[in-house]
């Protein structure tokens, strides 16, 4: 798979009017084919690797909040980086989960081809599906390449999207709580 993508690399940069063999871009079909798997490696995860059982029984039914998660995803209609920052919240029912795999659920998702709205939903769809939580809310911030690079070039422009479910999505309260958290 990956000499196959080297060599579309090959191509495609010869295409783009380089000489594929001088020196300093030797190596770079099999470094580009190397990144962007990296970058879409989330095709080959599932929930149930990335979490690893880390679900801890807990009586807290308080809000958890888990904020500044940074992201890196590529758009699916240019293939190019849009980053940014996710925040989660969650209401305990019973169980909490590992810190550290709210970050890799994000990163799951977040290497594929996405829009914004689209990785912000599997993310709260999933964090709910595995804490089986009262309710879960997540707000992401983005900063597109394709309009900042490129197209509109608009260097200052953000996208801010959310997704709220269960308690988080009936309650104006708590979603206000979860915004006072994080800072909002
Ligand atoms: N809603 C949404 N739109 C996105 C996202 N990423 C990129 N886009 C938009 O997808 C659209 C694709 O529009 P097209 O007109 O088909 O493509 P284009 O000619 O390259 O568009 P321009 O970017 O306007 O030059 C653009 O408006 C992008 O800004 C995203 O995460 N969410
Ligand atoms: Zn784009």
Redesign the pocket.
């Known amino acids: 798979m990956s000499d196959e993508l080297k060599g579309h690399y090959e191509q495609i940069i010869t295409l783009l009017g380089e000489d594929v063999t001088r020196e300093g871009l030797l190596d770079t079909p099999k470094r580009a084919a190397k990144a962007m798997q990296f970058l879409t490696d989330g095709y080959h995860k599932t929930l149930d690797e990335v979490v690893n059982g880390a679900i801890f029984e807990s009586n807290t039914d308080e809000m958890v909040v888990v904020q500044d998660i940074e992201f890196y995803s590529l758009?699916e209609?240019?293939m190019l980086p849009?980053i940014g920052r996710c925040h989660i919240a969650y209401l305990p029912d019973g169980k909490v989960l590992g810190l550290s795999k709210f970050a890799r659920i994000v990163d799951m998702f977040a290497r594929r081809l996405?829009?914004?709205?689209g990785l912000t939903k599997q993310i709260a769809e999933a964090v709910q599906e595995v804490t089986g939580a009262k309710g879960v809310g997540v707000i992401m911030e983005g900063k597109?390449m394709?309009?900042m690079m490129r197209?509109?070039q608009k260097q200052n422009s953000s996208?801010v999207t959310s997704v709220m479910l269960g308690g988080l999505r009936k309650s104006q309260a708590t979603r206000d709580e979860f915004l006072r958290l994080i800072g909002k």
Not at 114 to 117: H, R
């Open positions: 758009c209609h240019h849009f996405q829009i914004q709205e597109h394709c309009m197209g509109v996208m």
